[in-house]
């Protein structure tokens, strides 16, 4: 096996995908496929839920590939990592050889050119198709003399280039094949350069995966979703779900003893005895059963995702204290840490030194990135299913919350209505879920310009997150690419988290959050927050890659839901009042 290059595991997730084509040593080769995979164990069930969520844009106009029909008949699902001993197999593609001295066009790669040399390299033009197909191009040589080569323009454009004679000048083609009907017969192919972004689109998500499956199977023993709710809605008070005081229902309590080992008949019976004794919750014990089933389902998903997130670790800031009480760090801590916080709107921020991401390549896509003109073409199991590519990382990250009572006040403010809350009501509890009830937060692929509460929230969740990375990477040292997020907008919060890649230094979050985080949360609020494109850009969208963009690993929501005015124009939610009146 010839060695061509080397690449780290997280490169190569992107970049190194099956039927992805790639530059290497100035050659242009397909991968194959990756060479003796490693499993990572997962929730199977939850990568089964994140990826209905991430394919019903192609489901819903049955451009899935089946995906989603699979996947809700519980198709066998894998999650599999680079073995970087072994690599990734790799074959030369397009195979139309391009002489690099005289760039006549070759028929085989073991002979030389006809002006001599043997310099060949390839044509770097393919051919896509929106149902996934790749081929290569077929070139028309001169009749008379076998022989033809190619004159690239300076353009970039397929039909730009000319094919002549290089004996008698006669130009032979122009383009690459106009209205080549693609082998699914739906259409003609398209040629671009293989590098080019619509030749291969990576499709990926991002879940919080617990490395230990201990984790779950805690929480599902402490109350389950329920529980974890409910530890969130009330503002993570308690130092983990297992902690929070309210009581089990009547499910949750014999689920608990079924999965201790009691016998289903017994454990019926001890849940009926309890129930009858006033031990377990009752529909209504909660601010949370004021939720409707289908908000209170999505709601638990995210505070399940916060639950997980933090198993491992969570170092919220009220933990922080000087080495000697009342030296100039532990005033900092008691007095200028909170300020700095509710100056920016933050009703708590926790570090969590040891963030389980995964981050999983599940398909790709050719041609345009609009579900009804393209097709996800997902990764298959040789035996039947379906294999996602990842990276698993245990990485520090920071867990922002924004203040409900404030962001409450901020909604009403903008028309919206919110059931069980009016302004003035200080109650963080009745907010949260007055938020969760009315604020339907739509998918990265809805309509950013629809107005209602789910997008206003989404637009402030998502707003702040950006220009929270931003900050934090200069305060880090940490290179902004660097740094991704996981939103949970539900809940009003978000994960930044040093990605499994680049040059980011390992401890800067910790370093900031130890240090000087009032620092950072002041530059937040009082940098510049016009944009050097204004007044277009504010006219615009009030986002773009001049104030608020971020690279695309590191945001999911291809920057969509962003406007620097929900956050500082003259109605935004640092200009609201930080005591509600």
Known sequence: MTVLGRRSGSQILRTFLPDQTVDLRGDIYRVAEWSAPIPIEVDTDLVR???????????????????????????????????ERRGVMVERYPQVWLCRDCKRIGKSLDRPCRCGKRKWGQLHFVGIHACGAITEPWIRRCIEHDDVKVVIPKSTTAGDITFVCPVCNT???????????????????????????????????????????????????????????????EGLTAARPADVTAKQT??????????????????????????????????????????????????????VDIAMALAESRNPTTALCGATPGDALDMRYRDTYPAALRRAGIDGLDLVDRFPVLNAMYGYTRGDDDPTKCRLVPFRRKRGGYRLYGNLAE??????????????????????????????????????????????????RDNP?????????????HTYAHRFIRQTAVFSGIERDALGEYLVPGHLGFFVYAAARGDFVLGGMQAVFESNLDDLLGSFVDAEHRCPLDPGCSRGSGACSACVHLGEPSCRFFNRFLDRGVLFGTDGYLRTPVTAL
């Open 250 to 303: 009547k499910e949750e309590f014999l689920a608990k003893l079924i999965a201790d080992g009691m016998d289903p008949a017994f454990a019926e019976m001890m849940a009926d005895m309890a129930e009858k004794g006033d031990q377990l919750a009752n529909p209504g014990d909660h601010p949370i059963d004021q939720l409707s089933v289908e908000r209170r389902e999505g709601a638990e998903r995210e505070a």
């Open 395 to 444: 990485t520090e990250a920071f867990l922002v919350r924004l203040d409900p009572v404030r962001v409450a006040t901020w909604i009403s403010t903008r028309g919206h209505q919110l059931q069980g809350w009016r302004s003035g009501d200080g109650d963080p509890v009745a907010a949260r879920v007055a938020i969760l009830q009315a604020a339907v937060v739509p998918s990265k």
């Open 171 to 233: 130009q032979t083609m122009q383009g690459l094949g106009f209205n080549r009907k693609c082998v699914c017969g739906d259409g003609p192919v398209r040629w671009n350069v293989h590098k080019a972004r619509t030749v291969y689109t990576p499709r990926g998500t991002v879940l919080i995966n617990p490395p230990r499956p201990e984790h779950r199977e805690g929480l599902k023993l402490a109350g389950g979703a329920r529980k974890a709710l409910v530890w969130v809605v």
């Open 49 to 83: 839920r994140h990826l209905r969520q991430e394919v019903a844009a192609w489901a819903a106009y049955d451009t899935d590939g089946g995906m989603g029909d699979d996947l809700l008949r519980n198709a066998p699902v894998e999650v599999v990592e680079l073995d």
């Open 449 to 461: 310009s629809v107005t209602s509460a789910g997008t206003d929230v989404l637009k402030l969740v």
